[in-house]
Nanobody
Framework: VQLQASGGGLVQPGGSLRLSCAASGFTLDDNAVGWFREAPGKEREGVSCISASQPNIYYTSFVKGRFIISRDNAKNTVYLQMNSLKPEDTAVYYC?????????????????WGQGTLVTVSS
């Protein structure tokens, strides 16, 4: 059972990146999935999440309107499209299966974690 986060890199302010969270060993579409980030010197925070069905989607206010979460069940993958990136978005981004995604309060109940992918926004 494994989650693999990928797609990070160095991008200039205003640029875009798409992160992928691919699952192996289990079916990701049965799970709610969250994206989290940890910036240097800061605590890990929930960025976005998507429920297994319905679907509930959540974005932290810091990324709302710029990031888009989606899932492709055929590829067993969840994506985070990040647009209009800012230097303050610089962090290691992690994906995880979660117990529940609330559209109001975000992710809760953690399961499997991916290893993290570094996003650096700098000119």
């Amino acid at each position: 059972v494994q989650l693999q986060a990928s797609g990070g890199g160095l991008v200039q302010p205003g640029g875009s990146l798409r992160l992928s969270c691919a699952a192996s060993g289990f079916t990701l579409d049965d799970n709610a999935v969250g994206w989290f980030r940890e910036a240097p010197g800061k605590e890990r925070e929930g960025v976005s999440c998507i429920s297994a069905s319905q679907p509930n989607i959540y974005y932290t206010s810091f990324v709302k309107g710029r990031f888009i979460i989606s899932r492709d069940n055929a590829k067993n993958t969840v994506y985070l499209q990040m647009n209009s990136l800012k230097p303050e978005d610089t962090a290691v981004y992690y994906c995880a299966t979660i117990g529940f995604c609330s559209a109001k309060s975000g992710p809760s109940g953690f399961g499997y974690w991916g290893q993290g992918t570094l996003v650096t926004v700098s000119s």
